[in-house]
């Protein structure tokens, strides 16, 4: 049974960090690339940031670009995002999809690339 599974929400303060997990079972972590979504109340969900199969290529969307850093173990089968100087706009459920695709030219909101999706986890940043 495939699973991915995220941890590591919370409620925090503006400016401060956190750590979200996507944990991966039931398939073949190494061959599939890792995104990360959010989805505020009242908007659509967008992508954030996504690693390619190898882990050799990471892509952000420009709302978080030198704030979150995603990484891929392979060995743990596991996917992490550090979000630094978190904003009240970052406010959101994070959810995290697995594809078999890297995304052409790091294109990665294409929700048709992302075979399986977690449940997702609640930020929320405070003012």
């Known amino acids: 049974e495939v699973e991915l599974v995220e941890s590591g929400g919370g409620l925090v303060q503006a400016g401060g960090s956190l750590r979200l997990s996507c944990a991966a079972s039931?398939?073949?972590?190494?061959?599939?690339?890792i995104a990360w979504f959010r989805q505020a109340p009242g908007k659509e969900r967008e992508g954030v940031s996504c690693?390619?199969?190898?882990?050799?290529?990471?892509y952000y969307a420009d709302s978080v670009k030198g704030r979150f850093t995603i990484v891929k173990d392979n060995t743990k089968n596991t996917v992490y995002l550090q979000m630094n100087n978190l904003k009240p706009e970052d406010t959101a459920v994070y959810s995290c999809?697995?594809?078999?695709?890297?995304?052409?030219?790091?294109?990665?909101?294409?929700?048709?690339?992302?075979?399986?999706w977690g449940q997702g986890t609640q930020v929320t940043v405070s003012s």
């Open positions: 039931g398939f073949t972590f190494a061959d599939y690339a």
């Open positions: 690693v390619t199969k190898s882990a050799s290529n990471t």
């Open positions: 999809a697995a594809g078999p695709l890297d995304p052409l030219l790091g294109y990665f909101n294409d929700y048709g690339l992302w075979d399986f």
